[in-house]
Nanobody, 127 residues
């Protein structure tokens, strides 16, 4: 497992943008998929976006609800994972969690398939 720390959440009006960051306490992210999940009050944690890097290249995957608005990226030099969120909607309001240590064969949208989690950062979108 690795320790993950998220930042960048906050309050924004609908249509606005935020960029979430996730850094690790170890030298690098662990092997396997890494990504972002979110959890709104009274709801289960849900998949937002993830990426998987292999020797053949990288793949990304997005939830249908955020496709075209959110972008996941990484900066290896800074050991950081990002989630750029544009055109935010009130229904995007949730606590956002960074996840790592996912499957080593590809991307999973199931939270239980990831073994490392950050503490979460609150994103609130007002209408």
């Amino acid at each position: 497992q690795v320790q993950l720390v998220e930042s960048g959440g906050g309050l924004v009006q609908a249509g606005g943008s935020l960029r979430l960051s996730c850094t690790t306490s170890t030298r690098t992210f662990s092997n396997g998929a890494r990504g972002w999940f979110r959890q709104a009050p009274g709801k289960e944690r849900e998949f937002v976006a993830a990426m998987f890097i292999s020797w053949t290249g990288g793949t990304t995957r997005y939830a249908d609800s955020v496709k075209g608005r959110f972008t996941i990226s990484r900066d290896n030099a800074k050991n950081t994972l990002y989630l750029q969120m544009n055109s935010l909607k009130p229904e995007d309001t949730a606590v956002y969690y960074c996840a790592a240590g996912g499957p080593t064969y590809g991307i999973s949208t199931t939270p239980n398939d990831y073994d490392s989690w950050g503490q979460g950062t609150q994103v609130t979108v007002s209408s």
